[in-house]
Each structure stands twice: as C-alpha cells, then as structure tokens.
C-alpha cells in the first residue's frame, strides 16, 4: 500500500476490505468512509496549527483552515482537531511510553495523534485504513500506558490527569447576549426555549444562559444578529463602562465589534458610538458585525486610536470611552485551544518580551484614553491572566489617572473575584478565573465627576499620540510654559505637565 500523505489534497481511498463474514451494510461502509476522510483532513489540520501558522490564533485558524474548500466534512474535522489538541499532551506521553511509532508512521504523526485519541478517548469504532491498522494492533501497549501514567501521578480519572496536565475542560454553560436593538430578552427566551433550557443571568439582564455544548452557530437568531454567542465576562466589560442612551462613547480598539454594538445597544442605539480600529482587514469584521447588528449609531473610524487628538472639537462630548486592547489572550487559552501549542506547555504561556510590548502599548493607551477632557468613564479590559497587563498596568497609571481627577470604582460589586493584590485599590479590580469561571478576564473602571475635573486639566493640551520622536517632542515643548507637576509615565521615563501647554514626556 502507498504510504498515506496527510498533506496531499485528496487523502488516497480507503482500502477495499477483505470479505467480511456478514457483509456490511451500505450504511456502514459510508460512516466507516466518511470517518476515513475526516481523520485524514483532521490531520492535515492538526498539522498545519502545529507547525506555526496557526500559533498564538488557534481556534481562529482552525475554524480558517477547516473551512477551506478542501475540507469536505467541516464539523467532524473540527470537532476530531479540538479533541486531539485538548488530549494532545496525555497522547504525547502515551505514545512516547507504548513506542507506538515506527520511522514510517513518525512521519504522519498528526494522523497518529488523531487515531490515538479515538483509541483511547473517541467513540469512533470504526477505524479503517492503513494507520488505524497499525495503531489497533498497538491498543495493548497504548491503553496500558495511558493506565501506567495514571498510577505514576496517583491519579483515579482522566479528568484528574487532565488537571495534573493543566488543560482545563471548558464544559462552560453557552452564554448568549440578546441584542435588545433587534429583538427583547423575553422574546429571545421564548424563540431559543422552543429547544432548549434558556435562564436569565443572574447579573446582566441580557445575558442568557444555556446548557454547555448547546451549539447555536446556525441558529436564525444568530445568523440574523438578534443575538450574540458572546460570554459572560466579555459581556460585562460595555455593562461595567454603562453609557447612557444619547451618549458620545468611544470604544477605542474596537473589531471585532462584539463590544461595540453592545454599548449601541446599550445605548438605545441613541447617541454615538465611535468604533476605532487600527487594523485594515478588522475593519471589515467590524463594519460587518455592526451592519447584523443594526446599531445605527456606530461611526466606524479605521485608525490609530493613540493618533486622536484628544483636543479635538470632534471628541469635545466623549463622555466614556472602552478600553478593550490587544492583549495575550491568556485567559481564553482553554476556548482557543493555543495552550497547547508547544510554546504553551510550560505553564506561563508566553514570550516575555512579547509581554512587555503589550503591557507598554496599554499603558499609552490607557493614558490616552484618560485625557479626553469630557470623559467620566473608561473602562479597561482584557482577557488576559497575566499581573503585567493588568494590576501592574492599572499601578502605573493611576497617579496619572488620579491627577486628572479619576478615581477606580467597583464594577459589579456583587462578584467575589476581584484583582490582584498588588496595587491600591485592587478591591475595585475584576477578574474572573480562567478555571471556575471559563475564561479570563480583567476589567477596571475609572470614573470621575464632571464637577471634579481638575482646573489645571482644562489649560492642559494632551500630547495625542505619545509616540513622538524626542526631537518633534522637544520641539513641542519649546513655548512658554508654566510647570504644573511631573508624574512617572515609565521606568524611565516621567510625564511632565505645563499649563496652556501640551505634555512632554522625557
Ligand atoms: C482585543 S481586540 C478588541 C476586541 C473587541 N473589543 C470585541 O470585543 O470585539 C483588540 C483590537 O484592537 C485593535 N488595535 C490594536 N492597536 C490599536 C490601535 N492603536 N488603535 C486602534 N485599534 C487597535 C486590534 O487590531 C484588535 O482588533
């Protein structure tokens, strides 16, 4: 038999069977077929993350990669690329243990992999082909390995062992936030409940929650934008910022959109919405989602949210603004699946450096989200883990903030998690755990009273990007000008505040 090539576009046919005793139903033969094909096009997917294009963007690239035309069966492929990822460091080891690969089969491991974890976790009985062949004659080895990693780790269950290995199930309820622009939450209760268990959430009250696994992508309430498969966290952020019908907000790193059309919604779809995104192919998403949902109000801007100026007449009335920027991602590994990836493996999940840029990109952000002059609210989120781009991002900033007559406040009192000890005010911090409640997220809120603003604020220009040149920044500052204070903008660097001047940083 030639040797099977995972990376070719059509997989070679399944192998004729020897005559069976009882011949096999016709039915049958296709589940067997079709099973062949999608553990086939599984692996060539599985390979394509694991090599790299697909790192740090998973799900997003798996969801990409098996709706390429030459995947024939979508959801098996998919759903059989989950599964492998989520057992992929248990069949490693496994594997490895039962030395189940020779030189031959090394070279189509994705393949083994898949095969592997149908042997020992799928309900998949029908496994034909050469490989599986190969790995069925090798189920001895392979199931007493799995049983010798189990006592080596005094562990009883595979849920055990998986928790020892650190890959959380995500057997998390399926939230969905009605879009209250297009449809009431009574009416979404009634339409989902035709088929399923729907209940209120018990804090947002446009949030519903369904049983985990309820798969809802193809729903009409979905595809019509009446609804958003959106989760509880993510659909805290816009209710924690809480703009009022006929408001100016800005939601400052915007695409997808999931956020933005749910502060329009929030809003009544009354007032404005500026929806910032600097990335050109985001954009789209953006206008697309904003477009399902039919939030009016949104004013989609394709740009550098650092580059508004926050002097400018056109943002004179931004009375809240959402701060949702990019981040790790580290709290949504378990949705996304990149945990897994080999640079995942080792517990932090992630590049130090790579840390670093982010955090310092949200802090400039957060910055300049801060000195819009009208500005009574900023929320700041992220769905990432990580104290660097959280409390230590929220620390640095706050001297700052609370110049500009911010103070912290608490979202959502009633949740018990809240941020990391390590800066003051961390009571007023959110964050939800990646484990108890699925994913991972931060929220902080600044607010400040209109009649707190400072006076000094009002003759202050804001330098609106930060991001000058020394030279175009020295150039700047060369006027007249009356000092105000200095307050630490970065480890080494300090923000320097004149009156009826703008703020220079050195
Ligand atoms: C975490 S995502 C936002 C998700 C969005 N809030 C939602 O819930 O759908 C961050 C977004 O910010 C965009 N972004 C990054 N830097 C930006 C900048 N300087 N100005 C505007 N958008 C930016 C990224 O392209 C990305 O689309």
Redesign the pocket.
């Known amino acids: 038999m030639v040797e099977e090539r995972i990376m070719s576009h059509k997989p070679a046919a399944p192998p004729m069977k020897p005559a069976a005793k009882e011949p096999k139903s016709r039915r049958q033969s296709n589940i067997e077929r079709s099973s062949y094909f999608a553990r086939r096009e599984a692996a060539k997917v599985l390979r394509s993350v694991l090599l790299g294009d697909a790192h740090r963007r998973a799900v997003a690239s798996i969801k990409t990669l098996v709706y390429s035309p030459t995947i024939r069966n979508k959801k098996a492929t998919f759903a059989l690329v989950c599964q492998t990822l989520k057992y992929l460091p248990i069949i490693k080891d496994v594997m490895e243990i039962a030395n189940a690969l020779n030189s031959k089969w090394k070279k189509q491991e994705e393949l083994m992999y898949i095969i592997t974890y149908d042997i020992l976790f799928g309900q998949d009985s029908s496994l034909t082909g050469d490989a599986e062949k190969y790995l069925i004659l090798r189920k001895g080895p392979i199931q007493s390995a799995l049983a010798k990693i189990l006592v080596k780790r005094g562990a009883k269950r595979v849920e055990d062992l998986m928790a020892q290995y650190q890959i959380y199930d995500v057997k998390k309820p399926r939230y969905v936030r009605v879009n209250t622009l297009k449809l009431d939450v009574e009416s979404a209760m009634v339409e989902l409940g035709k088929e399923n268990v729907v209940q209120k959430d018990d804090m947002l009250p446009d949030l519903l929650v369904l049983p985990p696994g309820t798969d809802l992508h193809n729903h009409p309430l979905v595809t019509d934008g009446s609804v958003f498969l959106q989760g509880k966290a993510?659909s805290m952020v816009a209710a924690a910022l809480g703009p009022k019908p006929g408001w100016e907000v800005i939601?400052?790193?915007?695409?997808?959109?999931?956020?933005t059309v749910h502060l329009a919604a929030l809003m009544k779809g009354e007032g404005k919405v500026v929806a910032?995104?600097?990335?050109k192919d985001?954009v789209k998403r953006l206008e697309q989602t904003t477009k399902l949902a039919g939030a009016a109000n949104v004013e989609v801007l394709h740009g550098?949210?650092?580059n508004l100026n926050p002097e400018d007449q056109l943002y004179s009335k931004v009375r809240a603004i959402l701060l949702?920027?990019?981040?790790s991602g580290s709290g949504t590994v378990a949705d996304r699946l990149d945990y897994l990836l080999p640079s995942h493996t080792s517990g932090d999940g992630g590049d130090e450096g790579r840390l670093i840029k982010l955090a310092a990109?949200q802090k400039k952000?957060l910055i300049h989200a801060l000195s819009f002059p009208a500005v009574e609210r900023v929320v700041y989120s992220t769905c990432s883990v990580h104290q660097i781009e959280n409390e230590d991002v929220i620390s640095s900033v706050l001297p700052l903030a609370k110049s500009y007559g911010f103070q912290l406040s608490t979202p959502f009192p009633q949740w018990a998690r809240r941020g990391l000890p390590v800066v003051e005010g961390s009571q007023h911090l959110l964050r939800t755990d990646p484990v108890e409640d699925k994913e991972g997220f931060f929220i902080a809120l600044f607010t400040r009273n209109a009649t707190h603003f400072p006076e000094s604020f009002q003759n202050v220009q804001i330098d609106a990007t930060l991001d000058t040149s020394k030279q175009e920044a020295d150039k700047r500052c060369h006027r007249p000008k009356k000092f105000v204070r200095s307050l630490p903008f970065t480890k080494f660097s300090r923000l320097y505040l004149y009156r009826n001047s703008m703020i220079c940083r050195r």
């Open positions: 993510s939601d400052a790193c915007a695409a997808p959109g999931n956020k910032c995104e600097l990335n985001r550098n949210f650092l949702d920027p990019s981040c990109f952000a």
